[in-house]
């Protein structure tokens, strides 16, 4: 057995001190900690953070050799246990690190806990050891022996299991509900008083039931209780998804308030997340890519499928918004519409196939510059869309749905490992004849998909808005008091290309008139009229001339005046199955 023991004694120094014991060590023990996190698909160098690692045995210290940037070796002097110490700093609020102060301790077992070489099959047993007074600790992790407020002793079947749950620490809200006959329950950290915690656990369940009854119907899904661990914060968004609970970061103005009524937009994204990261209990953590067979915490893990793991999560999480009854249609059409503009304002589509998207997310998606819009494509929102195409082409055909191909994928693997080719494989039994040409154009081209097209057959008009100032010149802006405009990219082939604008300009002057806001263009001159900028660069001022291009404005989605009797039967089963 191997055993760690986390203390956080000292929460102001943000280090948590770690014992790790291992009995009948190898002569020659190699430990290493993983250099990333399943789920997020970037190297993260967490060993960076490791400090003052010793090694005894028998109270007598032990030489520690450092092999590379995350792991270890340590020569034993006999079979007798081997007890490594060492501190963690642990100061990043992000879903997919550690982070200690006094009122808050989190922490994923990637960032803690060694790997020991050889005995990653064997139970991994972990002992919550001295804490601030009063703070409580949750987990998804299976409980040996533990009190009422969650401190003793967990332990985890391997080593797989033990980083696959993290820990929460500290004095927070805590609330649950029964979905599917299974105990969920909700951590929340740092929310306002005027938090509503029962809203939230009420509109968490409908989104837990709803999909429990998606993969599985009346049967108990395959785990056997779920934890949501939800740190509020000023600012900040994301999730990250894990085989029996998720952690979660939102901005606290977002959650719901007591006596609050309807639902601001905030709101609504915080439950499309909740939707998204519990939808990957299936699609990722236990329906997986073949590549993912096996983690590899030394190095990436390739594959070239995120578009469906993490794209097709992205269809559904606010799907299931719509037909659990959270939004209504006309909401559900505008977050569409989103997804769709993301898109299609994004150059790199043109450049980049979700596929290789895919593969790219170690050194492209969670590193972008200002060139990414026009190199790249995210395959969580073009994957979204091909999911969306998938499905209204399937329905449009009458033989079944993408629901249909999700289930058939998750009941005709046992071992749950898929490929591209188990996919185009369950899709044609699906719809009856081959899709393997749409799906290999989709995923392995950069033509747009035939989305406008799909939508009219389900009763859903294509509208063109008119395009805005930022859209006409080709640029993303940022706009502050601070700051003024200032450009942070430009789009390829575009007006502000051509004109010579560039990533880190702040935009001073449109025609001799001090500009505050991208938008006063308007009020600044005429349609469609050449435009002389001035432009602060790099502390000079620079004069530019710009003709604004005739291009598409966003797109909005919307009910088409008469839609056929067979269109809105479609979309009353998409939209509520």
Known sequence: ?????????????????????????????????????????????????????????????????????????????????????????????????????????????????????????????????????????????????????????????????????????????????????????????????????????????????????????????????????????????????????????????????????????????????????????????????????????????????????????????????????????????????KNINAVLATPGRKVQSVAQASFDAWVKYYRGDENTVNATISYYTKGSLLALALDLTLRHAGKGSLDDVMRALWQANRDRLISEADIAQVTRAVAGRSLDKELAAWVHGTDDLPLEALLLKVGLQWRAEAPTTAQRWGVRVGESALTGVQVKGVLRGSAAERSGLAAGDELLAVNGWRLRRIDDVQTLSEPGSTLDLLVSRDQRLVPLRLLPGAVDGAVSLTGAEKPAREALALRRAWLRA
């Open 1 to 337: 057995m191997i055993q760690f023991r986390v203390d956080a004694s000292e929460p102001n120094t943000h280090l948590f001190r770690v014992t790790l014991t291992i009995e009948r060590p190898a002569a020659q023990q190699v430990v290493s900690l993983p250099v990333w996190i399943p789920g997020s698909y970037m190297v993260r160098e967490f060993a960076r953070h490791v400090v003052g690692l010793e090694a005894r045995q028998r109270g007598a210290k032990l030489a520690v050799e450092q092999l590379d940037k995350a792991s270890w070796r340590i020569a034993c002097k006999e079979r007798g246990t081997l007890t490594l110490s060492y501190q963690v700093y642990a100061f990043e609020t992000s879903v997919r690190a550690a982070f200690l102060d006094a009122q808050r301790g989190f922490y994923n077992g990637t960032s803690l806990f060694l790997r020991v070489h050889g005995r990653e099959h064997e139970t991994q047993r972990v002992r919550i050891g001295t804490l601030p007074p009063r703070w409580q600790v949750a987990s998804a992790l299976p409980a040996s022996k533990v009190d009422a407020k969650g401190r003793g002793v967990y332990e985890a079947a391997d080593y797989d299991e033990l980083v696959d749950h993290p820990v929460e620490m500290g004095s927070f809200w805590r609330g649950g509900f029964s979905a599917g006959g299974v105990p969920h329950e909700f951590i929340v950290t740092g929310a306002l008083p005027v938090f509503d915690g029962e809203r939230l656990l009420s509109d968490a369940k409908r989104i837990c039931e709803a999909q429990i009854a998606f993969w599985h119907g009346r049967k108990k899904p395959p785990f056997e209780r779920y934890v949501f661990m939800l740190n509020a914060v000023d600012d900040g968004y994301g999730g990250l998804e894990h085989r029996s609970s998720t952690a979660l970061i939102a901005a606290r103005r977002d959650l719901p308030r007591r006596g609050q009524n309807g639902q601001s937009d905030g709101y609504v994204t915080l439950l499309g997340l909740i939707s998204h990261e519990y939808f990957h209990t299936w699609n990722v953590k236990r329906l997986r890519p073949t590549e993912f067979a096996r983690y590899d915490y030394t190095g990436e893990n390739y594959t070239q499928l995120l578009w469906f793991f993490e794209g097709f999560t992205s269809y559904y999480d606010d799907l299931f918004l719509v037909r659990s009854g959270l939004i209504d249609e006309a909401r559900y059409l505008k977050l569409l519409a």
